[in-house]
């Protein structure tokens, strides 16, 4: 199985597992939005679902997720969205944010991500 790479729409949507550790009184600290490697990962909504995308976490009950509006994320300095499909996780809807995740980059990126699933949400 071999996935090409393809162009994401911007009115299209990221999703994005984020652990526990980043809630601060109800809300996600912008230290979860950061690079992993060379960007930060998330999923594409044309190959996942939220509840597929929090299953990929290491630990899926202390995962909340979040999604990003594709066309807000490219408009914040430096980012730009590719689907990068990841075949060895069998995973088609993987899809990095690269660009520099500065302070300002991240408070930005924490208010225009909106919780899909809740921490305290049961796994399905």
Avoid: C
């Amino acid at each position: 199985m071999d996935w090409e790479p393809e162009q994401i729409p911007q009115q299209n949507h990221l999703f994005m597992h984020v652990h526990e550790m980043w809630r601060r009184n109800g809300f996600i600290s912008p230290g979860a939005f950061q690079n992993h490697g060379e960007g930060m990962s998330t999923d594409w909504q044309k190959y996942a679902t939220p509840q597929e995308t929090r299953r990929r976490a290491k630990q899926p009950g202390h995962n909340a997720v979040v999604t990003l509006h594709v066309g807000s994320v490219r408009q914040l300095p430096e980012q730009q969205v590719e689907h990068t499909p990841n075949v060895a996780e069998d995973n088609r809807a993987h899809t990095d944010v690269y660009g520099k995740k500065d302070e300002e980059v991240r408070m930005k990126l924490r208010r225009i991500g909106q919780i899909v699933i809740g921490f305290d949400a049961p796994v399905e």
